[in-house]
């Protein structure tokens, strides 16, 4: 089965600062992969997917993420944080073979402070 | 991309009564999803709403507790039925258009069950 795993309940990071929010993947095949973002009050929304091609994938606010077989990784990043950016961010898997589903990591909060 | 509405945004029930919830999309789509989550928590798939079947739904989740609908190719409605204080929770809608292979989500409902 396909999965996702967010280490980190909680990142913490000063405003300006480079911030990445982790995630890890066990997927069978090629791997889909997603983050999305969602404020308070809010549902998600999408940010970034990788699905083939260049590891190093751009979305949207900035955000970028990188792909990386050999560790099983699709970690988010940002150069440059913004209080705003304050959120809870999911990373998730599709799974092609169980009727297109995704699944989603458990959730990271980023907190930025000014 | 896709435009989802949901109604209502928020409500507050009383224990034994029945709740329904709808989702809009401004275009038509053949997958529709429900999700639940808790505040702050991850979501966990409901069911998964195609337009001219009978609407799959994952281990813990029962028609009879959570009738959906999907009349035609732009709306859907999830019932909440008999509703207990474990029903408060957030409940979101989710399409998926196939094009890119990513999911959109509506604002979600907020439910609280006294």
């Known amino acids: 089965a396909q999965s996702v795993a967010q280490p980190e309940d909680q990142v913490n990071v000063a405003e300006g600062n480079p911030l990445t929010v982790k995630c890890t993947y066990s997927?069978?095949?090629?791997?889909?992969l997603f983050w999305y973002v969602q404020y308070p009050n809010r549902g998600l929304q999408f940010l970034l997917k990788y699905i083939t091609g260049d590891n190093l994938v751009k979305g949207s606010y900035g955000f970028e993420a990188e792909f990386n077989k050999s560790q099983t990784s699709f970690h988010l990043k940002k150069p440059s944080a913004l209080v705003s950016d304050s959120a809870l961010y999911f990373c998730a898997v599709r799974d092609f073979d169980n009727f297109n589903k995704f699944y989603f990591g458990s959730g990271t909060k980023l907190n930025v402070k000014p | 991309s896709a435009v989802i509405s949901q109604k209502p945004s928020r409500d507050i029930c009383q224990r034994g009564t029945s709740l329904t919830i709808q989702c809009q999309v401004d275009?038509?789509?053949?997958?529709m999803f429900w999700y639940r989550q808790q505040p702050g928590q991850s979501l966990t798939l409901i069911a998964t709403a195609n337009q001219g079947s009978e609407a799959t739904y994952e281990s813990g989740f029962v028609i009879d507790k959570f009738p959906i609908s999907r009349p035609n190719l732009t709306f859907s409605t999830l019932t909440v039925s008999n509703m207990s204080p474990e029903d408060s929770s957030i409940y979101l809608c989710s399409v998926d258009k196939g094009e890119g292979y990513e999911q959109y989500f509506g604002p979600g409902t907020r439910l609280t069950v006294t």
């Open positions: 275009s038509q789509v053949t997958m």
């Open positions: 997927v069978s095949g090629n791997p889909y």
